[in-house]
């Protein structure tokens, strides 16, 4: 699907984050932004805006009054072509702007808590453990196709209580749903209006009506909110938010970090022979390659640090952009593994802040444990055919390794 846009001449007039360019390397393009044009526009999709410097990214995050989060993912369809239902959104608590966002919100929060996820370390480590034995013998193999896009499909089906064998199902949704945002609109409609992701959600929901189990979907089937059940449409919203926010951005994050990993052996060796590197570790892992972009809609026209915003132009907000703000962080560009102040967004700021943050940081840490104490020295068998996905989640989906030890 790629280059179907023109391409991009002008970063500061015209910019597109599904281009080739930024696609393969946007941190060069962002700083340059940063420093030049801090709230770069592009006709494209519509009309859209990137803010870029930590400062844009963070008052914009906290201003929920001049934009609306019913659409996070910046496509060429315009809102309204599909249903948006303000306040709730199509996938809650991601997509529904205050008072309700904070009561959907406050329903999922049980599932997340500390605990529950605690528990499910021992299934994490497990699955990695499997995924790594399927490529023991092996001395070069694809770090992305064998592990890293496995890891949290697996536990998302498992947490939701699908059969694992669904995986494929979902996977290909959430290519739909976060790549494909460069089709013609017209196009893109037509393949959700298919509804198959419904169809498959409804069965999973009539089969745990019929057998309840301890387990996410029957969790959301259990739920209230003011003394009664969540609309069909509300559990099916937020199964699809869950695999849409649990799975490409944790795969990312892992690839991410392998990816650096493999490409800078001392910072391999270092954490290979020092354990009490991995705290500082997974968090500068996390700022330097945070994947997720997320996007807003401006609800009226209103003036925003100089520039005129248009009631329904998209806003892109750029959560690994104002992590790379050398105004914030130090060396920014530099991953320093024992980085002492590390206050970064990549789970976002404001009232959206990623629910499943727990869930991301133990799946992290166990996939790179796992992968560190298996293989401790390794390194990209061919670096340029690394590829990295396209649109607002970032993490590379080609990822052929070498095995050195
Ligand atoms: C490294 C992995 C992850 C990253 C970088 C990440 C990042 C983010 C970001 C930036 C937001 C803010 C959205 C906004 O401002 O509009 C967010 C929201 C959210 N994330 Fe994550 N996420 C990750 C993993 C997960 C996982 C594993 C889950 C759960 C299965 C999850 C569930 C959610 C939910 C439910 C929200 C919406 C919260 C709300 O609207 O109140 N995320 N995430």
Known sequence: MSGRQAPVENWETD??????????DPYPIWKDLRARCPIAHSDRYGGAWF????????????????FTSRAVVVDNLRPGELDLPAPIG?????????PFHAIARRMLLPAFAPKKIAALEPM????????????????????????TRHIPVGVIVGMLGFPLEDADIFRQFITQVLEKVDMPGEERLNMFM?????????????????????????FLLDAEIDGNKLAIEHVRGTMILLMVAGIDTTWSAIGASLWHLASHPDDRRALASDASLWPTAIEEFLRAYAPVTMARL????????????HKDDWLLLPFPSANRDEKVFPDADCVILDRQENRHSAFGLGIHRCLGSNLARMELR????EWMSRYPDFELSDPDS???????????????MRILA
């Open 124 to 147: 994490v480590r497990k699955l990695c453990r499997e995924l790594l034995d399927s490529t023991s013998g092996k001395s070069q193999f694809d770090a992305a196709d064998d592990y």
């Open 298 to 309: 401006v609800i009226d026209d209103f003036d925003f640090n100089g520039e005129r915003l």
């Open 15 to 24: 910019f597109d984050h599904t281009d080739p360019t930024w696609v393969r």
């Open 366 to 369: 166990v996939a790179l444990e």
């Open 51 to 66: 803010p870029s410097t930590h400062d844009l990214v963070s008052e914009v995050a906290y201003d929920t009054v001049h």
């Open 386 to 400: 690394v590829t990295w996905s396209k649109g607002q989640v970032r993490g590379p989906r080609s990822l052929p």
């Open 90 to 98: 199509v996938a809650p608590p991601i997509t529904s702007d205050p």
């Open 194 to 218: 298919q509804g198959e992701i419904e169809t498959y959600l409804d069965k999973q929901i009539e089969a745990h009506r019929a057998y309840p189990r301890d387990d996410l979907t029957s």
